[in-house]
């Protein structure tokens, strides 16, 4: 998450790595999932516009497997209403 903070695209690869890291070690890790959809909505949202679908759909994957595995996550819940509200999906509706 540290790497995550930085908010250039080197942190966001090496970020990726390590989120990548904890999944090989526990597949079921949703914090994980969350962090590597933060390193792609990070591009999506501020740093490479050329790579947007790419980008858009990197970071909603990565976020709808972390709210799979936890669905009670903040997080993970966060990062998916902030990219149903940008990606105007206003009648998005999850419960709980």
């Known amino acids: 998450m540290q790497e995550l903070k930085k908010g250039t695209l080197e942190a966001d690869e090496q970020a990726r790595i390590y989120f990548q890291q904890a999944m090989d070690i526990d597949p079921h ?11 792609y909505f990070n591009e999506w949202s501020c740093q490479i516009w050329d790579r947007w679908e790419v980008s858009q759909k990197g970071a909603f994957g990565w976020a709808q497997k972390a709210f799979e595995l936890e669905e009670r996550d903040h997080v993970s819940a966060t990062i998916l209403g902030k990219l149903y509200l940008f990606n105007g999906d206003y009648e998005k509706q999850n419960t709980f």
């Open 29 to 39: 890790y949703a914090r994980a999932y969350t962090g590597m959809s933060l390193t």
